[in-house]
């Protein structure tokens, strides 16, 4: 599929200028901040019930299934990718801010319930996102049912949900996204390093989702800016794809 990438001078020097700090930093050495809030999540991976960590993980694990199937995923109809790069930004601006509300929703309801109810925020909200992505991916005028795709919208969660460390290799791995090569057995994949770094990356946050009283209010805007976190992440990440930097 032929990608259109014209629009107005301002707008494309915008986007550039947006990919550029991006690019910047994706590849930036992890901090003594980022240093000290791996330490703390460590922590709070120790104070976290088990059951928690069973209901992260099992969340990640079905969105990764769900990405690699298609289960329930469809591409939406209404598609600009021959539309100027300005007039599908719009569209997809529009769309990330539907999902973001949608999230925000989703949260507060879940972390109304307490503990209880936070088990099943996970599942949803990662629905949520999938949905987002591949909406986001086919309006950049991406083939969602190629193998190829479905994995790099695993490598945008992962830029998107783990350390500056990890996000540093992730980086330089869809950096020339064209010219990697993917395993032909997608078990080859390392899942068990996404599994781990996105559910770190989350504890913190959702830790306090699951107290009652509170948990409504944290869910919400949580979720919310997670969700927006993640919609900037992947108009970059596709932004890259486009090769508009050259």
Not at 7 to 23: F, P
Not at 109 to 129: C, E, R, V, Y
Not at 185 to 210: I, S, V
């Amino acid at each position: 599929m032929t990608r259109n990438t014209s629009g107005s001078d301002a707008y494309r020097k915008q986007v550039l200028d947006e990919l550029h700090a991006w690019q910047r930093s994706m590849q930036k050495k992890p901090s003594i901040l980022n240093e000290a809030t791996k330490k703390l999540q460590a922590k709070a991976n120790r104070i976290i019930p088990e059951k928690a960590h069973q209901a992260i993980t099992q969340a990640i694990k079905h969105t990764t299934q769900s990405i690699m199937t298609g289960s329930g995923l469809i591409t939406p109809r209404l598609v600009l990718s021959d539309a100027p790069l300005e007039m599908r930004e719009a569209k997809i601006i529009d769309r990330i801010k539907f999902y973001r509300s949608t999230a925000a929703v989703e949260g507060a309801a879940t972390g109304f319930g307490g503990i209880l109810w936070g088990f099943a925020d996970l599942p949803l909200w990662m629905a949520i996102k999938i949905k987002m992505l591949f909406e986001l991916a086919a309006q950049y005028g991406f083939d969602t049912q190629d193998y190829r795709e479905r994995i790099f919208i695993l490598y945008v969660f992962q830029l998107a949900f783990s350390s500056q460390e990890h996000r540093n290799k992730v980086y330089r791995l869809i950096e020339d996204w064209d010219k990697h090569k993917l395993p032909d057995d997608n078990n080859q994949l390392d899942w068990r390093t996404y599994w781990e770094e996105y559910r770190d990356h989350l504890d913190l946050a959702k830790l306090f989702q699951l107290i009652p009283g509170v948990g409504a209010g944290v869910g919400a805007v949580v979720n919310y800016k997670l969700t927006t976190r993640l919609g900037k992440f992947a108009m970059n990440a596709y932004r890259m794809r486009l090769h508009l930097q050259s």
